[in-house]
């Protein structure tokens, strides 16, 4: 099956046998890709790739000359991570979550929501994430600088799952 890559909304010429290493837990997915006798490109960390229906960031580049004549030619290779280090990267300030003594107790969805509102309006939940969250109570926690990443992991260690996202706007859960 050949396997389409786009980097920055562009196609690009992908050498078979790329390597992808998906975990399931609080580590990051990462590739490791090869565009063979290509033109220079602009790319940047951080830039968006995608290998079919597989969406990541670029994490780092290395370029090396693959032929002079008649147009110089590269070799890139390009590491890739997923694109839930967008929320490792949303530092927070010291937060805590205290529920209150009477009245309707906050459930981790509330909470992740209201996180959510501050720190990633650009994101969206799965359905998948609400189900599994919604009728929770969420204990109290307090954090010292945490990322948004650990912030929500955090939560959702109650209910057994670890964030992640499988594209660049939907925050998902793994369980």
Not at 4 to 18: C, D, M, Q, S, T
């Amino acid at each position: 099956m050949a396997n389409n890559l786009y980097i920055n909304g562009i196609e690009r010429a992908l050498k078979p046998g790329w390597s992808h290493t998906k975990k399931l837990n609080t580590e990051l997915d990462t590739a490791l890709i090869m565009i063979p006798k290509t033109e220079e490109f602009d790319i940047e960390p951080m830039d968006e790739a995608r290998i079919d229906t597989t969406y990541f960031y670029v994490s780092t580049i290395r370029r090396k000359i693959a032929s002079f004549a008649p147009v110089k030619k590269w070799n890139y290779t390009i590491g890739l991570v997923s694109p839930t280090i967008r929320l490792q990267r949303i530092i927070l300030p010291n937060r805590s979550i205290t529920q209150r003594f009477r009245g309707t107790k906050l459930t981790i969805y509330d909470v992740l929501l209201r996180y959510k509102s501050i720190y990633a309006p650009w994101a969206e939940f799965s359905y998948n994430l609400q189900l599994k969250t919604q009728n929770v109570v969420c204990p109290e926690f307090q954090w010292t600088q945490p990322t948004l990443f650990e912030v929500f992991n955090d939560l959702l260690k109650v209910v057994n799952c670890v964030v992640t996202m499988p594209t660049y706007t939907q925050i998902s859960v793994l369980d």
